[in-house]
């Protein structure tokens, strides 16, 4: 989905990639302080032990599925196995060079399957859709085998959760076989800042087990087909040095618990699959045979040994995808889940680092700040989202180009109560939807991470004050409202007046106090120096203050849909270029306002 393009003050640049062998100094710092040593600038406290990293998005990785490994790999893929410990003893034959592959279903209409799909539970299909069914069906019992697109004919006008339902209920099963493995190496990545994610993630949970091979669990339930997710996300982190266990949460996993009906589990995860996604995935539970012996064993135990997993592991890391998702597989009809219940004592007790990427990035917001609730931002665009607010989500949506704002008023998982979290943020112009769910529920603060960047959150200090800082390729962004005044009129009349903003990257950190002031450190460089042109491939607020860096003046425009976007420089205010060319600030002012005819020329 991309935000609202911002015009006038800004230019468009590629993408700075690092390289293998150039980690930056600010990367370098926080490493360093993950090793428990003091983070950089020498003026700041150190961010001490982390409890969070919140990744946004978009790490270049080194995966056995690109197209050309080449670019993103330090190696070719035949070394990579030969030398990445993490795949000792798993031969090439074994590995999948590409997406996984289409497999073809046939669907048999029989009595005794008619009969099955008959007593399916009201919660799985209403006796209205059987009813509707039970001719075109009853006309193929013993015509033979179909194809999934005859059976589709068959089943006309039945809705993706309907034809999950049937889909799995008529399907010829297939004798399982051998399935290889898709392979991502952290240890032969090409992106250093990608590495460095990954192994501070690590280096977090060690430092929280004592142990320097920690364990850590992987979730990926954002995604479609979690099933899909898994060998590439356990693999990585493999790659990185730490244990790996993959948790089998899903939403579908959550239905069966909920229901407590283990069997119609395939049709509980093929119908939750089609919720908000313009794809079909069914019959996982024969492409990935292994994968789905641990899911059944999941509901069969109720969660038994799952919970006894989030006891023991020293983190955990929520996958890329649809957040509202990874939310489904841990809050119920009842309310939060008990896997849900272990996961926040833990974090609370400083026992288990949370890490995670995109919609694991937006995910850990939650909790309560100042007395209100902190939402999460489930999707939207910048300029629709100014002009309309936000509706209140349901049900996971697709993202997508003129898409309203959506949110959950109350939260994701609840592991980061300072405010709204958003991800993909200066390369998909996020800001303007960032700042209006900031001001319309009330929160002090909103904060977006840039791709292959990460904001790494340390864990409350004695002083009851937290400390963060910045780790990988790009910046994050802090929209301050405590000092705003804002309008929330949904017609296209949002403004907000006198938002502070910050901008931080390697080397940079802020404190949050335990009253709930924010405090930004600015490593030491060349102040209002010429800056790098902006990255991305849109105009955006991250390129208009670049630009007012690179002229030496104190104020520029530029517009996100129907919007005017303010920047100023307060004598307070400061620019700094970054070792990387980048521009990080602290104290900037920004206003929001419905456009002018004025906007028109610029």
């Given amino acids: 989905m991309k935000g609202g393009a911002m015009k006038g003050g800004a230019m468009k640049g590629g993408a700075m990639k690092g390289g293998a062998m150039r980690a930056a100094a600010g990367t370098l710092a926080v490493m360093a302080a993950l090793a428990g040593c003091a983070l950089a600038p020498p003026q700041s406290a150190p961010i001490g032990r982390v409890g969070n990293i919140i990744i946004g998005g978009g790490m270049v990785n080194c995966s056995s599925t690109l197209a050309d490994p080449s670019r993103q790999c330090a190696a070719p893929w035949r070394e990579i196995l030969q030398s990445d410990p993490a795949f000792a003893g798993v031969r090439e034959q ?22 099955a799909f008959d007593a399916l539970p009201e919660r799985l299909v209403a006796r209205a859709d059987k009813l509707r069914l039970a001719p075109a069906l009853a006309r193929q019992a013993g015509a033979g085998p179909l194809s999934a697109a005859q059976f589709s004919a068959v089943l006309a006008g039945a809705d993706g959760p309907l034809l999950a339902a049937a889909s799995e ?9 051998p399935r290889k493995r898709q392979l991502r190496s952290t240890a032969y990545a090409a992106n250093a800042d990608t590495a460095a994610i990954y192994r501070a993630f690590v280096a977090a949970a060690a430092a929280v087990s004592g142990k320097p091979r920690p364990t850590v669990g992987v979730v990926t339930a954002s995604a479609d087909n979690p099933y899909n997710d898994h060998d590439l996300n356990v693999s990585a982190l493999r790659s990185a ?31 939750y699959a089609q919720v908000g996604s313009g794809r079909q995935y069914l019959h996982m539970d024969q492409i990935f045979p292994d994968l789905d012996a641990r899911r059944r064993q999941a ?21 890329g995808g649809n957040q509202a998702r990874h939310l489904d597989s841990l809050v119920g009809r009842h309310g939060p889940s008990v896997q849900l219940q272990i996961l926040r004592r833990r974090h609370a007790a400083g026992q288990l680092v949370v890490a995670g990427s995109s919609a694991g990035d937006a995910v850990q917001a939650g909790g309560q700040w100042r007395g209100r ?21 349901g049900v996971p949506v697709e993202e997508g180009a003129e898409r309203r704002g959506s949110y959950y008023p109350g939260g994701g998982l609840g592991l980061f109560p300072f405010g709204p979290l958003d991800s993909h943020f200066s ?63 949904a017609d296209g009349a949002f ?79 400061r620019m700094v270029r970054t070792a990387r060319g980048r521009t990080s600030y602290s104290g900037l002012k920004m206003d929001i306002l419905p456009c002018a005819q004025a906007c028109a020329a610029m």
């Fill in 241 to 271: 040095g730490a244990e790996v266990v993959w948790l089998p949460l899903d939403g579908g996993l959550r239905r069966a618990l909920d229901a407590g009906d283990c069997a119609h589990l395939a049709i509980d995860y093929s119908a």
């Fill in 495 to 573: 403004s907000v007046r006198g938002a502070r903003i910050h901008y931080l990257h390697a080397g940079d950190t802020l404190h949050v106090d335990r009253q709930g002031a924010l405090v930004v450190a600015l490593a030491k460089g060349a102040a209002d120096a010429p800056a790098a042109a902006p990255r991305g491939g849109q105009f955006n607020l991250a390129g208009l203050v670049d630009d007012m860096a690179r002229r030496g003046t104190a104020g520029g425009r530029g517009t996100i849909g129907r919007f005017e976007v303010r920047v100023s420089r307060p004598a307070a205010g």
């Fill in 299 to 319: 509901c069969a135990d109720q969660a038994a040994g799952l919970n006894r997993d989030l006891e023991r592991i020293d983190g955990i890391f929520f996958s």
């Fill in 427 to 489: 390369q998909r112009g996020r800001e303007g939807r960032l700042t209006r769910l900031a001001a319309d529920s009330g929160m002090d603060y909103g904060f977006g991470v840039d791709e292959n960047t990460a904001l790494v959150v340390g864990r409350p200090g004695p002083d009851g004050g937290t400390m963060m800082g910045v780790l990988g390729e790009g910046g994050v962004w802090v929209v301050d409202l405590r000092v705003a005044s804002a309008d929330g009129a």
């Fill in 94 to 115: 074994d590995v999948l060079f590409g997406p996984v592959p289409a497999r073809a279903f046939t669907y048999l209409v029989t009595p005794a399957a008619l009969r």
């Fill in 169 to 177: 209920v008529f399907v010829e099963r297939q004798a399982a076989g």
């Fill in 373 to 393: 609730a902190v939402p999460m931002i489930a999707g939207g665009e910048s300029a629709l989202t100014l002009a309309t607010g936000l509706a209140v989500a």
